[in-house]
């Protein structure tokens, strides 16, 4: 069950400029839509949908980690809200964050508070208490004052849970302003709760020079992770190295198909995070991971890095062994790893070095790896 988040990303504004709509212009290098989609990651949500215009889904830049529908039924808002809740519905979670594609910076503690919310109320929204005056005009000319007590600013994610709010959505007529709206009109009581003056909605050309600096004066958080791997050779006529099968006049012996490169890779990549080692993850003690293909790991652990709002800024892997050869294959492995990862080849290394005939790689009893890996937050 658990939290799911849907972004709606479906619009075809083009108030900002550009020729593109706001949500897949460049942002400190990347599409807005990234920046919220790797914020909702960062703070814990690792089951978001994607909500795109049909003109959209075969785009290159869609980030990685999300779920990608289409919208179906019309090109309101709510029709995009019920393309993401219908994509949920097979297995539906407990609650749902319902966010504009638009809005990059959705932090963590306010979903938080979002989420903490939904444990006494069937609905919950960030906002920001007006503090300016208001005006009322008429041709130009202030025509009256507005009493800005009990006035906010809606943001998004407004958060609900499933069930509430996909039947408010069914019963709704159309042409609500957001799902808050919606909530209330089918007798859902929605808190409100502190939002957050960075999570702001791209609108204007000028919101996007805020945008920027607010994306450059985020603080930057790094991590590393080093990894260290051995495996001993037995009989058999090829190994598996990087992910590439090697022929050789002996194999490498482990509980799954032992490609001590992957390996240090894999554990340098859960060091960076925290996260312990494969054993934990994939204990040896389980039969179902015998003679499993390393891959399996090493794809799992990326799937942690995008879960926790990271992205892989590079990696390094040095294999010591004095046979088979490395340098005529680093390309192919390097390949290989990339696929695996959802990287481009250009941040990954893999080198080799002998150990000069010393030691149990020099006596070529086996081969070890050791690899560190640099994680951003995305």
Known sequence: MGVAAIIVAAG??????????????????RPVLAHAVASLQ??????????????????????????VVGLTGGDERQHSVRSGLAALAADPPAHVLIHDGARPFPGAAMIGRLLAALDRHPGAA?????????????????????????????QTPQAF???????????????????????????LDVAIVEGDEDNL????????????????????????????????FTTGDHLW?????????????????????????????????????????????????????????LRHAMDRVRARGYALANCDVTILCERPRIGPHQGAMRAALAAIMGVEADRISVKATTTEKLGFTGREEGIAAQATALLVRA
């Open 12 to 29: 075809r504004g083009t108030r900002m400029g550009g020729g593109l709509p706001k949500q897949w212009r460049p942002l400190a290098g």
């Open 42 to 67: 960062g703070a814990g949500v690792a089951r978001i949908v994607l909500v795109l215009h049909p003109d959209d889904m075969g785009r290159a830049d869609i980030p990685q980690g999300v779920q």
């Open 126 to 154: 960030p906002a920001l208490a007006v503090t300016d005056a208001l005006w009322r005009g008429e041709g130009g000319l202030v025509a009256g004052v507005q009493d800005r007590a009990s006035l906010y600013r809606a």
């Open 161 to 187: 849970h499933y069930d509430a709010i996909a039947a408010a959505h069914a019963a709704h007529p159309g042409g609500a302003a957001d799902d808050v709206q919606v909530a209330r009109a089918a007798g």
């Open 201 to 232: 909605k791209l609108t204007w050309p000028a919101d996007f020079d805020r945008a920027e600096r607010i994306a450059k004066g985020r603080d930057m958080d790094i991590r590393m992770g080093n990894g260290f791997d051995v495996h001993a």
């Open 241 to 297: 190295l990087c992910g590439v099968k090697l022929p050789h006049g002996r194999a490498l012996l482990g509980h799954s198909d032992a490609d001590v490169a992957m390996h240090a890779l894999t554990d340098a990549i859960y060091g960076a995070l925290a996260e312990g080692d494969i054993g934990v993850h994939f204990p040896p003690s389980d039969p179902q991971w015998k003679g499993a293909a390393s891959h399996i790991f």
